[in-house]
């Protein structure tokens, strides 16, 4: 009886962990990131993603969208370069449940019992996007920033899904600072 009353917060723990972006960024430690106020995109390293134009259009959108509104502008002679990579994989869940009679309920199970076993195959795309931010000068990665999360086939959706991947990768950036210890 316990499996039962815990199977419902499983699943919405599955469920939300497939609808959300897991993001994490790394970055140089020894950069101050206040000297940075330009940015523009890196278009021989975007030009190499294999993904449609149609999407990489969204992503700079969006991330472009993000910066401004954190205060940086677009130059010809920027402070960050901008760079993206992105990784797509297909997902298999299987999942079986045995719907004979006393499964969970009453005496126990009964093997003998109607009901059968059901199995259900799901697929879907799993998907990875690297934000890279170089210093424009010394040439050198400062900030990345990756995000992971369930992909969309639906078309009017996209957007969105991208919107919601790149707002959370950039929250992340700047890095906040952290006092120094006395």
């Not at 003998?112 to 000068?137: A, F, H, P, Q, R």
Request: include cysteine; charged fraction near 25%.
């Amino acid at each position: 009886m316990k499996a039962l009353k815990f199977t419902p917060l499983v699943l919405f723990f599955i469920l939300a962990s497939c609808a959300s972006v897991r993001v994490q960024s790394d970055y140089d430690k020894n950069t101050d990131f206040s000297q940075y106020k330009t940015f523009a995109f890196y278009k021989t390293g975007i030009d190499k993603v294999e993904i449609s134009d149609l999407d990489k259009k969204r992503i700079l959108r969006a991330i472009d969208e993000q910066l401004t509104a954190k205060g940086f502008s677009k130059s010809d002679n920027p402070d960050l370069l901008i760079n993206i990579f992105t990784k797509s994989r297909e997902q298999v869940n299987v999942s079986q449940f045995n719907a004979g009679w006393g499964y969970g309920w009453g005496w126990g199970w009964n093997p003998w019992m109607w009901g059968g076993n059901y199995t259900t195959v799901n697929t879907y795309s799993e998907g990875t996007l690297y934000i890279d931010l170089i210093d424009g000068k010394k040439k050198e990665l400062i900030w990345q920033g990756v995000g992971e999360g369930v992909l969309t086939r639906d078309t009017s959706k996209k957007e969105e899904r991208i919107n919601e991947f790149v707002t959370r990768i950039l929250a992340q950036f700047p890095p906040e600072k952290k006092e120094a210890k006395k």
